[in-house]
T-cell receptor, first 109, second 112 residues
């Protein structure tokens, strides 16, 4: 079965609203990383966050290993935040990383 | 600046032809990966490598070969390209453990 599940699959916001994106994993964890991808673009790393909370501007990532989840919070969304957000899990047993299917975010002006 | 560079950026190939996608990283990372990304399937791992001389099969290796001649370079080879291999291919690098991953800009491959 899928080891990394993201929710929601898609999200539409009005500019200024906040967003909470979730990533749940069904296996042991070595690391967790969040990426942002523009349509047709490459993946840009937002956070490398194996545990705890990290902040970067309007973005906050929180990983709770015991609960097997990681979240990405976007505050005061902007139209330029539109795109796909992917979480990726690296397992303890090897160095492979597993991606979720992503959350497609659209922020309307 | 450390980076992952893919070439070519775009490629049109003929069915049955040989295609080589190249990836170079200056991160001094041990691990390198090749993914393809298709609508409805997300990112799927094709091959990966733990270091020079090593290649491992990922989740969808059929129809692809990989080569890691050095720490910096990792190639993906399609010996007999098929239209089903039309996709966007991403290369990535990462350390052995406890490290974030860096992706290249992608290669758009069209097999006609």
């Amino acid at each position: 079965g899928q080891q990394v599940q993201q929710s929601p699959a898609s999200l539409v916001l009005q500019e200024g609203e906040n967003a909470e994106l979730q990533c749940n994993f069904s296996t042991s964890l070595n690391s967790m990383q969040w990426f942002y991808q523009r349509p047709g673009g490459s993946l840009v790393s937002l956070f490398y966050n194996p545990s705890g909370t990290k902040h970067s501007g309007r973005l906050t990532s929180t990983t709770v290993i015991k609960e097997r989840r990681s979240s990405l919070h976007i505050s005061s969304s902007q139209t330029t935040d539109s795109g796909t957000y992917l979480c990726a899990l690296e397992r303890n047993s090897n160095n492979r990383i597993f991606f979720g299917d992503g959350t497609q975010l659209v922020v309307k002006p | 600046e450390a980076a992952v560079t893919q070439s070519p950026r775009n490629k049109v190939a003929v069915t049955g032809g040989k295609v080589t996608l190249s990836c170079n990283q200056t991160n001094n990372h041990n691990n390198m990966y090749w993914y393809r990304q298709d609508t409805g399937h997300g990112l799927r791992l094709i091959h990966y490598s733990y270091g020079a001389g090593s290649t491992e099969k990922g989740d969808i290796p059929d129809g692809y070969k990989a080569s890691r001649p050095s720490q910096e370079n990792f190639s993906l080879i399609l010996e007999l390209a098929t239209p089903s291999q039309t996709s966007v291919y991403f290369c990535a690098s990462g350390h052995t453990a406890n490290s974030d991953y860096t992706f290249g800009s992608g290669t758009r491959l069209l097999v006609i």
